[in-house]
């Protein structure tokens, strides 16, 4: 909620206001990128509803917009002036969200109004701590039972009616068979997750359950070349420390905990033990390729601090970001090919949120990287890996140490889940 006498809201703000730089990151040695302009990329709200409502009645507002570019905006909400120019804004704003050429959309929470006409709106504020309105439209708000009028729709024909069919008697009824005891059911973690690629013509070529025992032929728990100090890469905004002790596997699951630990990093912070998974520098050494599709199937942390993700590696310049995810953003994954770089921030406010089971898959095309959230493509990036490219796979839980996103709230452990993770060849 947006507090009322807020003059910067109720008029345009004049000129451009400078960013504070808020670089979009991903996971160790993400590609350089420059701070923030010095102006606002533009902004455009591409749809706000409703267009009408009934007084005292439950009203939520949707919206969704976009900019020039990509940048963090503190706040994001739908506002309401009545008559008199008194705030009735929405409630239910986004806080600290990433507005981006491929869009945001917001819905509110619920509040009613008063009949009349009023002005509504879709707005943010800038890190500098100034409002800015984006285009107005009228909300027309009818008494109870006063019915608002639409256009009626073009009658349509009525089809022509099928003769019945001839009824066929009925069979003759069976007795039921005596009913046997059903078997006690045995809790299982995870929702059931698909069953094969959304990639035509793939062939499941390696896969983890983790249905026993983790592995070893498989992954890595000790340490990954991505990080400058082997076990931990303060120089990321990362708190970890990996610790092979922090990936437990039971009832069908890999758990990863982190805590904090004794260790001190190169920069003075206090390091958390975490764990990591990585196919580098195990028996099998498996490596996805160019035209691989590859699927995790993971329950998202709630705590904040948290970062957990599916990425590649392979000797720097070869990552690319199944998923990043920050509590802060709930709704929110990033997808992000280091490669020939590209990303989009993806807001699912539907599949996506904290504790809940996604699965989340990445086909590695030549020329486009593709992503899919439970089996349906969410974004294909248009640059591709090309054709010669390799990595290893990572799944781990890393540590914001407070940068970007915040850093954890307390010393409480902070855990993330995954169910299996499957190549498809």
């Not at 704003?93 to 917001?106: A, E, R, Y």
């Not at 003759?172 to 973690?189: D, K, N």
């Not at 728990?221 to 082997?230: H, I, L, M, P, V």
């Not at 054709?387 to 290893?392: G, M």
Request: charged share 10%.
């Amino acid at each position: 909620m947006i507090p009322t006498a807020t003059p910067l809201r109720l008029g345009v703000v004049a000129g451009a206001l400078a960013l504070l730089a808020v670089p979009v990151v991903g996971q160790a040695n993400a590609w350089a990128r420059t701070s923030a302009p010095s102006a606002l990329p533009q902004v455009t709200q591409d749809r706000l509803t409703p267009a009408t409502a009934t007084a005292g009645a439950a009203t939520t507002a949707a919206l969704t917009l976009h900019s020039g570019s990509c940048f963090t905006a503190k706040t994001v909400g739908v506002g309401v002036r009545d008559a008199a120019g008194n705030n009735l804004d929405f409630p239910g704003d986004l806080s600290n969200q990433q507005i981006c050429p491929s869009g945001l959309s917001l819905t509110t929470g619920a509040r009613s109004f008063p009949a009349g006409a009023y002005q509504m709106f879709g707005f943010f504020q800038d890190q500098a701590g100034a409002w800015h309105n984006l285009t107005t439209q009228t909300l027309t708000v009818s008494a109870a039972g006063t019915p608002v009028t639409t256009p009626a729709p073009t009658p349509t024909p009525a089809p022509t009616p099928t003769p019945a069919p001839t009824p066929t008697p009925a069979p003759t009824p069976t007795p039921a068979p005596t009913p046997t005891p059903a078997p006690t059911p045995t809790p299982t973690p995870a929702p059931t997750a698909s069953s094969g690629s959304p990639v035509p013509g793939k062939t499941l070529t390696w896969s983890d359950e983790f249905n026993g025992p983790l592995d070893s032929t498989k992954w890595n728990d000790s340490s990954t070349t991505s990080y400058q100090y082997g076990t931990h890469n303060p120089s990321d905004n990362k708190l970890d420390w990996i610790d092979p002790s922090d990936v437990s596997v039971a009832g069908g699951v890999a758990t990863f905990t982190a805590q904090p630990s004794s260790h001190t990093l190169e920069n003075g912070k206090q390091a958390w033990t975490t764990g990591l998974l990585t196919t580098e520098g195990t028996e099998q050494g498996f490596k996805v390729k160019t035209g691989d599709y590859a699927e995790a199937r993971v329950q998202l942390p709630s705590a904040p601090g948290a970062w957990p993700g599916l990425w590649t590696w392979q000797n720097g310049g070869s990552e690319i970001d199944s998923f990043e995810y920050h509590p802060d953003n709930p709704n929110l994954l990033e997808l992000t090919n280091h490669v020939n770089p590209a990303y989009k921030y993806l807001t699912d406010a539907t599949d996506v949120k904290p504790g809940q089971w996604v699965t989340i898959g990445t086909y590695y095309g030549a020329n486009s990287v593709d992503w899919y959230v439970n089996g349906v493509k969410v974004y294909s990036d248009n640059t591709g890996v090309g054709a010669n490219w390799s990595a290893y796979l990572i799944l781990n839980l890393s540590i914001s140490a407070g940068q970007y996103h915040p850093a954890p709230s307390g010393t409480a452990p902070i855990s993330f889940a995954a169910d299996y993770v499957r190549v498809y060849r």
